[in-house]
């Protein structure tokens, strides 16, 4: 990437178009977040000087009260700078996630944007930056995707329950009308051989405590349409499409576990990358065990990549 600004290679992207057009009450330049790194500390060094010019135009001869607005000055400066500086990391990194993806038409809420950045303008880890940046990425691709909910939850979310989310939506998998659920009934036993008891009830506890999952302990249940005698989900990266090699009948495909609330979907959205090869190999042999006890036999799984827009 070379130091040119993300704004000028704007020109030739309409995702960046896009993004410029719809940040620009919170962020005037995009930059990339390497570039913005090094110039945060650049200007942090400049704050002192700024700070004391201020203060030297008030021309105050105690020397305490002198120091003390000094000091409140350069404080003032700082934390806005430190502000600045985030929410310029967060709309380069989603300027990044944005290159070569589609967007449509449709604007994103100016007040959406305003709360977002009012919510990510204190966020300085870098492992947060890059969430809060793939939900901006996602709302400018398609708004109405991420709610206002969504930006509250994970305002209050902490790097560790954010660790938790990712860790249970790897395993989870998404119907065909967007729902996502954590199928304990079929592989509770496997969580808990493969991850230990405690640390599989840990990592919902701290979603059920942000209210991003089903009550803990509670098991929802989670339905797939059957059409022309399949079914489908995804697991991250992957669709799984199984074919339940006769006629359904009146069968309903249905499973029971952790469900994921209205806005704990949307944040699970943001978890990206590759699916866990053998847990997916065990899923699906256990579909097919308990689909051959309801009466097909001769059921058929076919796994593809999961489109990306």
């Known amino acids: 990437m070379s130091s040119e600004s993300l704004s000028e290679l704007g020109k030739l992207s309409e995702p960046i178009t896009k993004l410029i057009d719809s940040i620009t009450c919170a962020v005037s330049v995009l930059y990339e977040p390497t570039r913005i790194r090094k110039k945060a500390k650049a200007e942090a060094e400049a704050i002192k000087t700024i700070a004391k010019a201020k203060v030297d135009a008030l021309v105050i001869s105690d020397k305490n009260i002198r120091q003390y607005y000094l000091e409140l000055e350069e404080e003032i400066l700082l934390r806005e700078h430190r502000k600045k500086t985030n929410r310029d990391l967060i ?31 204190d966020v300085s880890s870098e492992e947060m930056q890059v969430i809060w940046a793939r939900l901006l990425a996602g709302e400018v691709k398609r708004p109405g995707t991420f709610s ?49 008891d405690y640390a599989y009830r840990k990592q919902g506890a701290y979603l059920d405590h942000l209210n991003l999952i089903t009550v803990y302990n509670f098991p929802a249940t989670m339905v797939f349409p059957i059409k022309d005698n399949e079914f489908s989900f995804s697991l991250l990266n992957r669709k799984v499409t199984v074919g339940l090699g006769k006629p359904a009948g009146d069968f309903k495909m249905q499973t029971q576990g952790q469900k994921f609330t209205s806005f704990g979907k949307e944040l699970a959205l943001l ?39």
């Open 271 to 309: 978890v990206t990358g590759d699916y866990d090869e053998d847990y997916l190999k065990a899923l699906c042999t256990r579909i097919q065990e308990v689909l051959k006890e309801r009466g097909f036999p001769s059921t058929a799984i076919e796994i593809n990549q999961e489109p990306t827009v």
């Open 148 to 196: 206002k909910r969504a930006i509250h939850a994970l305002k209050l979310m902490s790097t560790r329950e954010a660790q938790a989310l990712k860790a249970l939506v790897e395993y989870s998998i998404k119907n065909e009308m967007g729902e996502f659920l954590l199928p304990t009934s079929y592989m509770g036993e496997y969580f808990k051989e493969r991850f230990g």
């Open 91 to 121: 709309a380069g990194q989603a300027a990044m996630e944005l290159m070569g993806k589609q967007v449509d038409d449709n604007p994103v809420d100016k007040d959406w944007i305003i709360q977002f950045f009012e919510s990510a303008e």
